[in-house]
């Protein structure tokens, strides 16, 4: 419809064309499609399309709407530079505000958004990008406004970042312990902490054997969000064998959830017992009661002490031994042989 003012007075008529077919154009999202983007990642671009008329500047308005993410995690900056630093927006309800201008002519425009890249360990963080309004700048009114299309909202995800899972380890790579004793061995959790983390152990026999030397662990451990030490107990057998230092591993073997630390196989070492090189004594207890030899007369008298080793047998072993007395500790020389004052008596291994 054509409409007509006409002035008696003058010589011309002012007509008025209605606007129609849409002149100054629908924006909407180029996609709704979910996005992913990762922290050390490049500037999120969210397009902007412009269909039907292209006539006019307009101003569209939106919001990021944030779930687990906060207005932190993100910065939203506009096609001409302009950055919106959140800190400077509006915040109400989790509900951050923000402006892009389309140019006149303009089909697009880019929505910026800056994801920050901190060091701290974080889960999945989400966020939307809604369109909430479309309008002419300078207030601009017609009788057809600019409108916003069907794609106005956006979820956008930044993935978890900086472990935050946290990486277990053992608390260090030697353990000592003797027998008849219960091992503890720390677990640690360093990084984050965040989320359930499941780790799988056992014990691996060297020349401690289980079960006779040591009970043969394994399972799991399950740490909760939040916890960063677990322990682990290994019950050490205590037999009656001589036996030498004996050693076995312990092994994280497997992890749920997060990550294996620096510290994955650690040495226990059983310390020696129940006397492995022996107990070295004389082989008869007559000789605490005294040894009685004849004066000699002729030629020296020489006595024979047998020296035994009771108990383990393992290793070279070295016995000094020397006389002195009696009722003191100096070498009665006037009686004794200067080659029978002292010396050292060898057993070899296995040797009793």
Not at 53 to 70: E, H, K, M, P, Q
Not at 85 to 101: D, Q, Y
Not at 265 to 286: E, M, N, Q, W
Not at 317 to 329: A, F, H, K, L, Q
Request: aromatic share 6%.
């Amino acid at each position: 419809m054509t409409v007509a003012r006409v002035n008696v007075n003058a010589t011309t008529v002012d007509f008025l064309v209605p606007a129609s077919n849409n002149p100054h154009g629908s924006v909407e999202l180029a996609s709704s499609d979910p996005l992913t983007t990762a922290e050390a990642g490049p500037p999120l671009q969210l397009s902007l399309v412009r269909t039907g008329g292209l006539i006019g500047t307009l101003r569209v308005n939106f919001t990021a709407i944030l779930d687990s993410a906060n207005d932190m995690d993100f910065g939203i900056e506009e096609s001409c530079k302009i950055h919106y630093m959140f800190s400077e927006c509006i915040i109400a309800r989790l509900v951050v505000f923000a402006v892009i201008v389309i140019p006149t002519e303009a089909s697009t425009a880019l929505i910026m958004v800056d994801i920050v890249d901190d060091t701290i360990p974080e889960l999945d963080e989400i966020f939307s990008i809604s369109l909430t309004s479309v309008e002419l700048v300078d207030g601009a009114v017609d009788t057809i406004p600019p409108s916003l299309g069907s794609n106005t909202l956006v979820d956008i995800t930044i993935a978890a970042s900086d472990d935050p899972f946290g990486f277990i380890s053992i608390a260090q790579d030697t353990f000592t312990t003797s027998e008849g004793s219960t091992l503890t061995i720390p677990l640690l959790r360093v990084g984050g902490s965040l989320g359930v983390v499941t780790i799988s152990y056992a014990t691996l026999s060297g020349r401690g054997v289980a079960p006779d030397d040591y009970a043969e662990t394994a399972g799991n451990i399950v740490f909760v969000q939040g916890q960063t030490t677990a322990e682990v107990f290994v019950p050490i057998v205590d037999d009656s064998l001589p036996e030498i230092v004996e050693d076995f591993e312990f092994m994280l073997v497997g992890v749920t959830g997060g990550s294996l630390g620096n510290i994955t196989r650690a040495t226990v070492l059983i310390a020696a017992s129940d006397s492995p090189f022996g107990v070295v004594g004389f082989a008869t207890s007559a000789v605490n009661l005294g040894v009685s030899v004849a004066n000699p007369v002729q030629q020296p008298a020489v006595v024979s002490l047998v020296v035994t080793r009771m108990g383990g047998s393992r290793g070279n072993t070295d016995i000094r031994w020397n006389v002195v007395g009696p009722g003191s500790d100096e070498v009665p020389s006037s009686d004794i042989a200067a080659s029978s004052i002292s010396g050292t008596l060898s057993l070899a291994d296995g040797q009793e």
